[in-house]
């Protein structure tokens, strides 16, 4: 099992992993209303760089590997965090969480900038 969350800087929980989003490309100004979850915001934070899918790419390997290292103990747990937690991290959180459960792994997401 394997727990994905999404935060503010700061405002993280206690992880096992963290994923600094803060140096992907934001959300432009037009899409501020909306949150990671939406498609336009993580299309658009996912590939503006085009190097940060590869980058994704490792952290999903190296996430596999430790979750199955420490089956059988505590959910792994993984924080992806951005200044605001509400574009990057959020967008970066769904696709880890949707590359895991692609190679089998059972993954649970939250949300903690995104309140209930």
Request: aromatic letters at 4%; hydrophobic letters at 40%; proline letters at 6%.
């Amino acid at each position: 099992m394997i727990l994905i969350t999404s935060s503010a800087k700061g405002h993280a929980t206690p992880a096992d992993a963290v994923v600094d989003c803060g140096s992907l490309q934001p959300a432009p100004e037009s899409l501020r209303e909306f949150n990671g979850t939406h498609p336009h915001v993580a299309d658009y934070v996912l590939n503006y760089h085009p190097g940060t899918i590869r980058w994704l790419t490792h952290i999903v390997r190296d996430v596999q590997r430790r979750a199955c290292r420490s089956m059988g103990s505590a959910p792994l747990t993984v924080a992806c965090v951005s200044p605001e937690g509400r574009n990057r991290a959020v967008a970066v959180a769904d696709f880890l969480a949707e590359r895991l459960a692609e190679r089998g792994l059972e993954t649970t997401v939250v949300h903690e900038g995104l309140g209930a």
